[in-house]
C-alpha cells in the first residue's frame, strides 16, 4: 500500500478496535471452554468433533434441504414484493436466498424451521467463548443454514476469499452437517490476518474486504501451505474469527456440503 493508504488503515483500525470498548461482562469459562478460547486466540479458529451427533445432523440436514426444494418448486410463483436482502420470506418466518449461479442456497433465521437448530442457535457455551474472544457483549442475530452443490464457476460459500468486516472484529460458530472432504467445499482460513498488524502490513489495498485467489497469493508470497483447510466429519464445529481472510473453497462435481452457522453480533 501507498503511505497514504497506510495511514487510512491505521487510522480506521485504532478508530473500529481501540478508540471506543463495547460493553463485556466477565464470563466464567469452563475448562473445556477454556480450551476453545485458547485455541481461538492462537490461532483465530477452533474445530471442534462431535458437537453433534449423526441423528441429529441427518436431522436438520434433512429439514434443510427440504424447504430448499420446496422454495425450488414454487419459484415460478413467488411474488417479488416479498424478496429482501435476505431472500424470498417464506410462511414460517424464515427466508431463503440463493446466489446468481443457484450452488449456494441459505436459509436465515433456520431457528424457526428445527427444534435443533434453534437449540444451536441458543447455545450458551458458544455464545460465552466468543464474548470472551472478543471481549464484548455479543448476541445471536440468527442462524443461517445452507446447501452448497457444484455449479460451473462456483466460488464456493461467501462467494471467494473476504473478511465479513473490514476492521471491526466478529466471532461466528458453524456446524457441518455432511462430512466435508477436500472436494466438498471446507472451510479455509488465513491464520493471522485478522491481527492489526497483518491490516497495517500485508493488505493490498486500504478497506479491502473481499479478494481473488491471485490476491491472496500476493499477499501469502505464493505459499499455499499457509492456507489452513478444515475437513471434517458430520457433527464438527468450527467457531472462528470473521475478520480473518476465509471461505468455503469451491465445492467440485458431485459434491454437497450442508451446514449452519450463528451470526453474532455486539
Given at each position: 500500500?501507498?503511505?497514504?493508504?497506510?495511514?487510512?488503515t491505521?487510522?480506521?483500525?485504532?478508530?473500529?478496535?481501540?478508540?471506543?470498548?463495547?460493553?463485556?461482562?466477565?464470563?466464567?469459562l469452563?475448562?473445556?471452554?477454556?480450551?476453545?478460547?485458547?485455541?481461538?486466540?492462537?490461532?483465530?479458529?477452533?474445530?471442534?468433533?462431535?458437537?453433534?451427533?449423526?441423528?441429529?445432523?441427518?436431522?436438520?440436514s434433512?429439514?434443510?434441504?427440504?424447504?430448499?426444494?420446496?422454495?425450488?418448486?414454487?419459484?415460478?410463483?413467488?411474488d417479488?414484493?416479498k424478496?429482501?436482502?435476505?431472500?424470498?420470506?417464506?410462511?414460517?418466518?424464515?427466508?431463503?436466498?440463493?446466489d446468481?449461479?443457484?450452488?449456494?442456497?441459505?436459509?436465515?433465521?433456520?431457528?424457526?424451521?428445527?427444534?435443533?437448530?434453534?437449540?444451536?442457535?441458543?447455545?450458551?457455551?458458544?455464545?460465552?467463548?466468543?464474548?470472551?474472544?472478543?471481549?464484548?457483549?455479543?448476541?445471536?442475530?440468527?442462524?443461517?443454514?445452507n446447501?452448497?452443490?457444484?455449479?460451473?464457476?462456483?466460488?464456493?460459500?461467501?462467494?471467494?476469499?473476504?473478511?465479513?468486516?473490514?476492521?471491526?472484529?466478529?466471532f461466528?460458530?458453524?456446524?457441518y452437517?455432511t462430512?466435508?472432504?477436500?472436494?466438498?467445499?471446507?472451510?479455509?482460513?488465513?491464520?493471522?490476518?485478522?491481527?492489526?498488524?497483518?491490516?497495517?502490513?500485508?493488505?493490498?489495498?486500504?478497506?479491502?474486504y473481499?479478494?481473488?485467489?491471485?490476491?491472496?497469493?500476493?499477499?501469502?508470497?505464493?505459499?499455499?501451505?499457509?492456507?489452513?483447510?478444515?475437513?471434517?466429519k458430520?457433527?464438527?464445529?468450527?467457531?472462528?474469527?470473521?475478520?480473518?481472510i476465509?471461505?468455503?473453497?469451491?465445492?467440485?462435481?458431485?459434491?454437497?456440503?450442508?451446514?449452519?452457522?450463528?451470526y453474532?453480533?455486539?
Amino acid at each position: 500500500m501507498k503511505f497514504k493508504e497506510r495511514y487510512k488503515t491505521l487510522l480506521q483500525l485504532y478508530r473500529n478496535r481501540y478508540s471506543v470498548k463495547p460493553s463485556f461482562t466477565s464470563r466464567n469459562l469452563n475448562q473445556k471452554q477454556q480450551a476453545w478460547l485458547e485455541e481461538l486466540k492462537a490461532n483465530g479458529a477452533v474445530i471442534i468433533p462431535d458437537f453433534l451427533s449423526n441423528n441429529e445432523c441427518d436431522q436438520i440436514s434433512q429439514s434443510i434441504q427440504d424447504r430448499i426444494e420446496e422454495f425450488r418448486s414454487n419459484q415460478h410463483t413467488l411474488d417479488d414484493s416479498k424478496q429482501t436482502k435476505f431472500g424470498w420470506e417464506q410462511a414460517g418466518g424464515f427466508s431463503i436466498w440463493k446466489d446468481r449461479n443457484e450452488a449456494d442456497y441459505r436459509i436465515f433465521k433456520a431457528e424457526l424451521v428445527h427444534p435443533l437448530i434453534a437449540a444451536f442457535n441458543s447455545n450458551k457455551e458458544i455464545l460465552d467463548v466468543g464474548a470472551a474472544y472478543l471481549e464484548a457483549d455479543i448476541f445471536v442475530k440468527f442462524t443461517m443454514s445452507n446447501r452448497l452443490e457444484f455449479k460451473e464457476n462456483n466460488l464456493g460459500s461467501g462467494g471467494g476469499w473476504h473478511r465479513d468486516m473490514v476492521y471491526k472484529r466478529g466471532f461466528k460458530a458453524m456446524v457441518y452437517l455432511t462430512d466435508v472432504d477436500e472436494h466438498s467445499g471446507p472451510f479455509q482460513y488465513l491464520p493471522g490476518s485478522a491481527a492489526a498488524n497483518f491490516h497495517f502490513a500485508k493488505v493490498i489495498k486500504a478497506d479491502q474486504y473481499q479478494f481473488t485467489h491471485d490476491e491472496l497469493l500476493q499477499i501469502i508470497g505464493g505459499d499455499e501451505s499457509k492456507i489452513v483447510t478444515c475437513t471434517a466429519k458430520k457433527g464438527t464445529l468450527l467457531l472462528f474469527e470473521t475478520n480473518m481472510i476465509h471461505r468455503g473453497k469451491p465445492i467440485e462435481s458431485g459434491h454437497t456440503r450442508v451446514a449452519m452457522t450463528n451470526y453474532h453480533n455486539l
